[in-house]
């Protein structure tokens, strides 16, 4: 485990953004700037830390956790299903095939939880009992296990609001979003995909409470998963050795995820309007531990950094080779 002191040191030159005109126009999400060359995407996971819908601070070696534990997982699946990695040039940038995404975002849970207004947990406890056009039972309590993982697809918030809106697997084949097919088939695969997640997960000491697959269309119109996969950005993660104590006493879970700093926001006030308090060294150095934790419990590894170079510069020399 990295120390306090380094991840300190290491704040001044978290990576806000990356920008190498060579290779053209540069974009970007919350997270991630990329640039398309051919049919190539260079996806570079900066260090933003986005919630709320908005990017609130930046948090050293995050964005090179989150890529190298989706090369982790993408490994771990391909036997699932193809995906856009193809290579690995940098910690923090993969080459990926650049794909025609499809407009939804397909959420599996295997529990029920969540306080933002797309999480079953947040509908449950308002009274809805059909969510996702799928019936729960009465009784249910808050980060319960559900008796089967369930499907619950969102739009990929280019309407009107900008959010993620809920959709049911009716409705994206009546708006034609994705043909009844081609749906079947991502339903079958993030089955497989979050059961698969969950095995090695639990084997790690984590439970994947639940995740988002983001799946395209490649050049030849076959399906492969796109964007992360099984990341504490796309997922929520539970310290599975406290889970059940916790659980039974109706207390909150351990939080390997996002969630960790969601919450620490709403204890200080902000809940994504106005300005965002700045987020104290403290709880960055918390933050990047946990990430950290996270990628060397899954994948059995040390996080390697090597902190010869700047992350900026070592990016900015691997990115050379592409020109
Ligand atoms: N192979 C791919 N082909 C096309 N698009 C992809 C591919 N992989 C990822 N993406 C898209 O690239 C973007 C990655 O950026 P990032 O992770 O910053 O997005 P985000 O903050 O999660 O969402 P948003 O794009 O809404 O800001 C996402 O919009 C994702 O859907
Ligand atoms: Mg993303």
Redesign the pocket.
Same mark, same amino acid.
């Given at each position: 485990m990295i120390d306090k002191k380094t991840i300190i040191k290491n704040i001044p030159y978290a990576i806000e953004k990356v920008a190498y005109p060579k290779l053209g126009k540069r974009y970007? *999400?919350? @997270? =991630?700037d990329?640039y398309i060359r051919d049919r190539l =995407?260079i996806?570079i996971a900066t260090d933003r830390i986005?919630a709320f819908d908005r990017v609130l601070g930046f948090i050293p070696f995050r964005g090179a956790v989150l890529n190298t534990l989706s090369q982790f997982w993408f490994e771990k699946t391909r036997d699932i299903i193809a995906n856009?990695m193809i290579g690995i040039i940098d910690p923090n940038v993969m080459l @990926?095939?650049?794909?025609r995404?499809l407009p939804v975002e397909v959420i599996v849970r295997g529990y029920i939880t969540g306080v933002t207004e797309t999480s079953l947990w947040k509908k449950y406890s308002e009274g809805e009992r059909t969510i996702y056009g799928i019936r729960f039972p009465e009784g249910l309590i808050k980060n319960q296990k559900l008796k089967k993982p369930v499907i619950t697809p969102t739009t990929r *918030?280019t309407g009107s609001s900008g959010h993620d809106e809920p959709i049911t697997p009716s409705e994206i084949i009546k708006k034609k979003l994705i043909p009844l097919d081609i749906w079947q088939k991502i339903e079958k695969t993030a089955t497989k995909l979050y059961e698969r997640g969950s095995q090695i997960c639990n084997r790690a000491g984590f439970i994947l409470a639940d995740t988002k697959y983001?799946f395209?269309l490649d050049r030849a119109g076959k399906i492969i998963l796109?964007?992360?996969i099984h990341t504490p950005d796309s997922s929520r993660l539970w310290l599975k050795q406290s889970y059940k104590g916790l659980f039974k006493k109706g207390q909150e879970v351990e939080n390997y995820d996002k969630e960790f700093m969601r919450i620490w926001f709403v204890r200080n006030g902000y809940m994504g309007k106005g300005k965002p308090p700045p987020m104290p060294a403290d709880l960055i150095v918390k933050i990047a531990q946990r990430y950290i934790d996270v990628y060397e419990k899954l994948s059995g590894e040390k996080f390697h950094f090597d902190l010869t170079l700047r992350p900026n510069q070592r990016i900015l020399e691997n990115l050379t080779k592409l020109v």
């Open positions: 970007s *999400g919350k @997270v =991630r990329w =995407r996806l986005s856009h @990926v095939t650049e794909c995404a *918030g983001e395209g796109i964007d992360e």
